[in-house]
Nanobody, 126 residues
């Protein structure tokens, strides 16, 4: 059973940066699409970014394009989300996700991902 553990969240000022990490343990993940979702207070979970098994393709929500970068290191079973130029509206619990089924494109719906981490809180505030 694969477990996903996020880290790197915290409090940051607007305009600052954070890097989230996701460690996958319990099984190989190098052949699976992975990604990040977030859930702001009192809202549903929303797609942030996704990456294919070899990193050859990435996709981003419009709200984070040109500010966030997703990448992975399959030798370490790690996925990262570099977040730059953070805004207060980026405040949310961020979840690492994994999809086991083959997909032609990176899914953006939460129910397309079967494995979720516990989440890490990101707060952007002055």
């Amino acid at each position: 059973q694969v477990q996903l553990v996020e880290s790197g969240g915290g409090l940051v000022q607007p305009g600052g940066s954070l890097r989230l990490s996701c460690a996958a343990t319990g099984g190989p993940v190098s052949t699976f699409t992975m990604g990040w979702f977030r859930q702001p207070p009192e809202k549903g979970r929303e797609f942030v970014a996704g990456i294919t098994w070899n990193g050859g393709r990435t996709d981003y929500a419009d709200s984070v394009k040109d500010r966030f970068i997703i990448y992975r290191d399959n030798t370490k079973s790690m996925v990262y989300l570099q977040m730059n130029s953070l805004k207060p509206e980026d405040s949310a619990v961020y979840y690492c996700v994994l999809r086991r089924r083959l997909a032609l494109a990176i899914p953006i719906l939460a129910n397309e991902y079967g494995d979720w981490g516990q989440g890490t809180q990101v707060t952007v505030s002055s």
